[in-house]
Protein backbone atom coordinates (compact mmCIF):
# COMPACT_ATOMS: atom_id res chain seq x y z
CA UNK A 1 0.00 0.00 0.00
CA UNK A 2 0.85 3.29 -0.54
CA UNK A 3 1.72 5.91 2.33
CA UNK A 4 1.66 9.19 2.31
CA UNK A 5 3.28 11.04 -0.16
CA UNK A 6 4.03 14.50 -0.94
CA UNK A 7 5.05 16.65 -3.81
CA UNK A 8 7.03 18.60 -4.62
CA UNK A 9 10.11 16.80 -3.09
CA UNK A 10 12.40 20.64 -3.44
CA UNK A 11 10.55 23.81 -3.59
CA UNK A 12 12.88 26.84 -4.03
CA UNK A 13 11.10 30.55 -4.02
CA UNK A 14 12.09 34.43 -3.40
CA UNK A 15 10.60 36.30 -0.85
CA UNK A 16 7.23 37.90 -1.21
CA UNK A 17 6.67 34.56 -3.32
CA UNK A 18 3.75 32.28 -2.81
CA UNK A 19 3.83 28.72 -2.50
CA UNK A 20 1.57 25.37 -2.44
CA UNK A 21 2.32 22.11 -1.09
CA UNK A 22 0.48 19.02 -1.83
CA UNK A 23 -0.37 15.50 -0.06
CA UNK A 24 -1.95 12.42 -0.39
CA UNK A 25 -2.81 10.40 2.38
CA UNK A 26 -3.02 6.90 3.16
CA UNK A 27 -6.30 5.26 1.27
CA UNK A 28 -8.90 5.26 3.63
CA UNK A 29 -7.79 7.93 5.86
CA UNK A 30 -9.65 10.81 6.16
CA UNK A 31 -8.09 13.44 8.15
CA UNK A 32 -4.88 14.89 6.93
CA UNK A 33 -2.30 17.47 9.27
CA UNK A 34 0.37 19.55 8.51
CA UNK A 35 3.58 20.24 10.28
CA UNK A 36 6.59 22.63 10.13
CA UNK A 37 9.93 21.67 10.86
CA UNK A 38 12.81 24.02 10.93
CA UNK A 39 16.44 22.79 11.17
CA UNK A 40 16.73 21.61 14.44
CA UNK A 41 13.93 21.69 16.16
CA UNK A 42 10.95 19.34 16.22
CA UNK A 43 7.64 19.36 14.01
CA UNK A 44 5.21 22.33 15.17
CA UNK A 45 1.55 22.11 14.20
CA UNK A 46 0.13 24.19 11.73
CA UNK A 47 -3.44 22.50 10.32
CA UNK A 48 -5.48 19.72 10.46
CA UNK A 49 -8.22 19.00 8.60
CA UNK A 50 -11.09 16.43 8.59
CA UNK A 51 -13.75 15.64 6.14
CA UNK A 52 -12.83 18.89 4.44
CA UNK A 53 -13.44 20.83 7.43
CA UNK A 54 -10.73 22.67 9.37
CA UNK A 55 -10.50 20.73 12.90
CA UNK A 56 -7.54 22.38 14.71
CA UNK A 57 -4.73 25.37 13.89
CA UNK A 58 -1.48 25.74 15.19
CA UNK A 59 0.24 29.35 16.04
CA UNK A 60 0.81 30.57 12.79
CA UNK A 61 -0.18 33.51 10.96
CA UNK A 62 -2.49 34.53 8.39
CA UNK A 63 -0.39 34.01 5.74
CA UNK A 64 -0.73 30.38 6.05
CA UNK A 65 -4.09 28.71 4.63
CA UNK A 66 -4.68 25.09 3.44
CA UNK A 67 -7.60 23.16 2.39
CA UNK A 68 -8.78 19.33 1.75
CA UNK A 69 -10.57 18.04 -1.25
CA UNK A 70 -13.67 15.49 -1.67
CA UNK A 71 -10.88 12.84 -2.12
CA UNK A 72 -9.43 14.01 1.15
CA UNK A 73 -5.82 15.16 -0.68
CA UNK A 74 -4.95 18.95 1.17
CA UNK A 75 -2.56 21.29 -0.04
CA UNK A 76 -0.79 24.02 1.89
CA UNK A 77 -0.31 27.31 0.74
CA UNK A 78 1.92 29.98 2.35
CA UNK A 79 1.68 33.46 0.96
CA UNK A 80 4.11 36.70 1.24
CA UNK A 81 7.13 34.46 2.15
CA UNK A 82 9.56 35.20 4.44
CA UNK A 83 13.18 33.72 5.01
CA UNK A 84 11.85 31.95 8.26
CA UNK A 85 9.53 29.86 6.09
CA UNK A 86 12.24 27.86 5.15
CA UNK A 87 11.69 24.31 6.52
CA UNK A 88 10.52 20.99 6.01
CA UNK A 89 6.95 21.00 5.74
CA UNK A 90 5.05 17.48 6.90
CA UNK A 91 1.68 16.23 6.03
CA UNK A 92 0.67 13.12 8.00
CA UNK A 93 -2.75 11.37 7.68
CA UNK A 94 -4.93 9.60 9.84
CA UNK A 95 -8.19 7.77 10.34
CA UNK A 96 -10.95 8.86 12.65
CA UNK A 97 -12.73 6.15 13.95
CA UNK A 98 -15.10 8.35 16.08
CA UNK A 99 -16.13 11.22 16.35
CA UNK A 100 -18.71 13.38 18.61
CA UNK A 101 -19.06 17.22 18.49
CA UNK A 102 -15.38 18.16 18.45
CA UNK A 103 -14.05 15.05 20.17
CA UNK A 104 -12.35 12.20 18.11
CA UNK A 105 -10.85 8.97 19.29
CA UNK A 106 -7.14 9.21 18.61
CA UNK A 107 -5.11 6.77 15.78
CA UNK A 108 -1.58 6.84 14.74
CA UNK A 109 -0.59 9.78 12.59
CA UNK A 110 1.76 8.11 9.04
CA UNK A 111 3.64 10.79 7.73
CA UNK A 112 5.11 11.91 4.39
CA UNK A 113 8.21 12.48 3.41
CA UNK A 114 7.84 16.17 3.39
CA UNK A 115 8.82 18.91 1.24
CA UNK A 116 11.63 20.73 1.80
CA UNK A 117 11.20 24.66 1.03
CA UNK A 118 14.12 27.39 0.95
CA UNK A 119 13.18 30.52 0.77
CA UNK A 120 15.93 32.91 -0.74
CA UNK B 1 0.09 25.72 26.44
CA UNK B 2 0.90 22.08 26.25
CA UNK B 3 5.17 21.27 25.52
CA UNK B 4 8.02 18.75 25.51
CA UNK B 5 11.39 18.63 26.75
CA UNK B 6 14.21 16.38 25.55
CA UNK B 7 16.96 16.80 27.99
CA UNK B 8 19.21 15.60 25.58
CA UNK B 9 20.07 17.24 22.18
CA UNK B 10 23.18 14.92 21.03
CA UNK B 11 23.86 11.34 22.33
CA UNK B 12 27.05 9.68 21.46
CA UNK B 13 26.94 5.70 22.38
CA UNK B 14 29.22 3.02 21.11
CA UNK B 15 27.89 -0.32 19.72
CA UNK B 16 26.00 -2.32 22.97
CA UNK B 17 25.84 0.78 25.16
CA UNK B 18 22.32 0.80 26.94
CA UNK B 19 20.23 4.04 25.92
CA UNK B 20 17.91 6.07 27.92
CA UNK B 21 16.70 9.04 26.15
CA UNK B 22 14.57 11.34 28.38
CA UNK B 23 10.94 13.42 27.61
CA UNK B 24 9.41 15.31 29.92
CA UNK B 25 5.68 16.86 29.17
CA UNK B 26 3.55 19.67 30.59
CA UNK B 27 0.04 18.90 30.79
CA UNK B 28 -2.73 18.62 33.61
CA UNK B 29 -4.92 15.93 31.56
CA UNK B 30 -4.92 12.44 30.22
CA UNK B 31 -1.83 12.35 27.42
CA UNK B 32 -1.20 9.66 24.25
CA UNK B 33 2.29 9.92 24.14
CA UNK B 34 4.59 8.79 21.45
CA UNK B 35 8.38 8.66 20.33
CA UNK B 36 9.02 8.89 16.88
CA UNK B 37 12.02 8.10 14.92
CA UNK B 38 13.55 9.94 11.82
CA UNK B 39 16.64 7.94 10.08
CA UNK B 40 18.93 9.62 7.77
CA UNK B 41 17.32 10.49 4.76
CA UNK B 42 13.83 8.92 5.63
CA UNK B 43 10.43 10.12 7.15
CA UNK B 44 9.63 10.06 10.87
CA UNK B 45 8.75 6.53 11.95
CA UNK B 46 6.52 5.83 15.21
CA UNK B 47 8.63 3.77 17.42
CA UNK B 48 6.27 3.19 20.23
CA UNK B 49 3.21 5.04 21.79
CA UNK B 50 1.13 4.50 25.18
CA UNK B 51 -2.77 5.42 25.24
CA UNK B 52 -3.45 3.65 28.43
CA UNK B 53 -2.67 0.23 30.31
CA UNK B 54 0.89 -1.05 31.14
CA UNK B 55 2.82 1.98 31.33
CA UNK B 56 5.82 0.06 30.01
CA UNK B 57 5.36 -0.21 26.33
CA UNK B 58 7.54 -2.21 24.00
CA UNK B 59 8.19 -0.86 20.11
CA UNK B 60 9.94 -2.33 17.66
CA UNK B 61 13.51 -2.80 16.84
CA UNK B 62 14.30 -3.32 20.86
CA UNK B 63 12.93 0.14 21.94
CA UNK B 64 10.65 0.46 25.12
CA UNK B 65 9.21 3.21 27.16
CA UNK B 66 7.88 3.83 30.54
CA UNK B 67 5.20 6.27 31.07
CA UNK B 68 5.98 7.82 34.91
CA UNK B 69 2.67 9.84 35.62
CA UNK B 70 3.87 11.16 38.44
CA UNK B 71 6.84 12.67 36.79
CA UNK B 72 5.15 13.47 33.60
CA UNK B 73 7.98 11.78 31.77
CA UNK B 74 8.40 9.00 29.07
CA UNK B 75 11.86 8.33 29.16
CA UNK B 76 12.97 5.76 25.98
CA UNK B 77 15.46 2.95 26.63
CA UNK B 78 16.92 0.36 24.70
CA UNK B 79 19.33 -2.28 26.74
CA UNK B 80 22.07 -2.29 23.67
CA UNK B 81 22.02 0.13 20.67
CA UNK B 82 23.38 -0.76 16.92
CA UNK B 83 25.11 1.66 14.37
CA UNK B 84 21.40 1.20 12.60
CA UNK B 85 20.28 3.13 15.55
CA UNK B 86 21.79 6.26 14.37
CA UNK B 87 19.00 8.94 13.66
CA UNK B 88 16.76 12.07 15.42
CA UNK B 89 14.33 11.05 18.06
CA UNK B 90 11.44 12.92 18.95
CA UNK B 91 9.36 12.49 21.50
CA UNK B 92 5.68 13.88 21.33
CA UNK B 93 1.81 14.55 22.81
CA UNK B 94 -1.53 14.70 22.09
CA UNK B 95 -4.33 15.34 24.54
CA UNK B 96 -6.73 13.01 24.83
CA UNK B 97 -9.41 15.13 23.76
CA UNK B 98 -10.51 17.07 20.40
CA UNK B 99 -8.69 17.46 17.72
CA UNK B 100 -5.11 15.70 17.05
CA UNK B 101 -2.65 17.82 16.79
CA UNK B 102 1.04 16.33 18.12
CA UNK B 103 3.09 18.38 20.32
CA UNK B 104 7.12 17.29 19.55
CA UNK B 105 10.15 17.74 21.73
CA UNK B 106 12.86 19.76 19.88
CA UNK B 107 14.97 15.90 19.23
CA UNK B 108 17.54 14.08 20.30
CA UNK B 109 20.58 13.53 17.67
CA UNK B 110 21.76 9.72 18.20
CA UNK B 111 25.29 8.99 17.17
CA UNK B 112 26.13 4.99 17.63
CA UNK B 113 29.75 4.62 16.67
CA UNK B 114 30.65 1.09 15.51
Known amino acids: DAGVTQSPTHLIKTRGQQVTLRCSPI?????VSWYQQVLGQGPQFIFQ???????GRGNFPDRFSARQFPNYSSELNVNALLLGDSALYLC???????????????????FGPGTRLTVL | AQSVSQHNHHVILSEAASLELGCNYS??????LFWYVQYPGQHLQLLLK??????LVKGIKGFEAEFIKSKFSFNLRKPSVQWSDTAEYFC????????????FGTGTRLLVSP
Open chain 1, 92 to 110: ASSQITKTSGRSSSYNEQF
Open chain 1, 27 to 31: SGHKS
Open chain 1, 49 to 55: YYEKEER
Open chain 2, 27 to 32: YGGTVN
Open chain 2, 50 to 55: YFSGDP
Open chain 2, 92 to 103: AVTMNTGFQKLV
